[in-house]
């Protein structure tokens, strides 16, 4: 079995910042938790994706387990959400770009290590997406929210898009940082575009017009 | 380490067909979801189950990931059932029946494959049972439910008279398709008698007397 | 890979017949669940933390299907919650008891664990936390509540004291049993003094001030 690419491993790590610092303004807005809880509910989001996706590759002990760093951002980036609530709180967008971020870059990190280990073309995109999706799901499920994942219809599709990019470039020859950017980015791009659009658009009855914000 | 038996395959893609069904008619009932989440939670559903048997039993990746059929079954049962919406919502016992029959074919075909890998006689009935409520448990707590194996007697139990009558069979030396088709033909019924008499019986506080009907 | 001390498998027997009464009562008080619902949570919130463990160190299949004890200890641990209902319920400490009972005895046994199996220090810390708080916070989300490991600050906190006893005391030389038990009872009393502290602390909107109670 290979190693992930340094790319991936940049990206996987950068995503794992974007997602601690959503889970952990999440845990602020929506369960008004305290420290202990606004860290530990971002190290699971920005960890439970990866984890996920190497139970279901066999990369067992997964990444977290076996390379400090995973941990170290996660809970700094926990740490920093949590000392900078006040400032973050007020610009309501920034739970929802983090969240964009973070499903951007795992999804072709999370391509590229299942790539790595030797998965097959559509495991490989449904992997990155697993890794996507992942970890967002735990956290809504963990503060009683149906997932985004299952209520938004641009939450899934933008990450197998840019999954998708990253695998096909692979197997056509051209894989490597160029294209996991551009799939990153498109990931980003229909990812927050889908949320300006449903800004205004009719939620499941008890959610108020902006619920696409909470991503 | 030997592979199950073209029985247990058989049986496995018939629940995984039945439980993406399911799922996927839940979540146009339960939670009024878009394309995106219904073909999401039926494959939640369809694929979770199994994917938990084989993490118990080391068997990694799951059967999920290195065997396409899994992943195109249970994608194509979840739109089946989004195209069908109008058709099979109006036909309430069809949730039910589907998912009567994914929680009867995951038994026997869980027990199966847990045989298949060495497990104990003990350890094959429970994997069985997980097998076969692992999916639905998966699907109740994405839309906020508190689980059918918690909340209704006759769920675990049919799931575990059908994965032990496999495991039975099989240490008696008359294992096979027989046993498995009776196992799968006892849970089933002793399912639906269960939902048959409790129609009417009193549910927890907010749901009402059909709650049966939900799986 | 060697296999966990004598007195690391003790505990985990013990902390899983804890978790399981704990389980078991809070089926039926926070869900009135029927004999089944009672057993299946009391199983799961005994053995949901020791599999997380073990599906994160990749000591798959997880010590709970190599070794029946667990699956005993966890359903007679059930069946005895069940068929002391009425007395323990009207002892309402005895939810909490058992709960801090069950998070010292997981801290403790694994991290024991996680040292058998070669983990880092500070991995080997994190797993015994996440060991002593995954069964409670599987169990609270089956029952739809946001788990106490993010609503309480007094929950991870020890669980991390016990686990970090453990582990230090190992590597520095002095490891055994007598270390466990300090491990454990320093977890305890900081969990129980952390309940006693908030019996009237002000809850989240909608949950009385005994919330801590629940555990």
Known sequence: MSTPSTTALVLDLAGTFAFALNGALTAVRAARLDIVGVVTLGMITALGGGILRD???????????????YLVVAAVGGLIAFALTRQLERLSPAITVFDALGLSLFAVAGADRALAFGAGTGQAILLGTITAVGGGTLRDVLVRRVPT?????LYAVPALVGA???????RVGIGGPTWALVGAGICFL??????????????????GPGRGDEG
């Open 149 to 153: 994942v299952l209520r938004s219809e």
């Open 55 to 69: 139970v279901l590759l066999g990369a067992l002990p997964p990444a977290t387990f076996s390379d400090w760093r």
């Open 190 to 207: 229909v990812r927050m575009l889908g949320v300006g659009f449903r800004l205004n658009a009719p939620g499941p009855p008890g959610s």
């Open 164 to 170: 998708g990019v990253v695998v096909i470039a692979d």
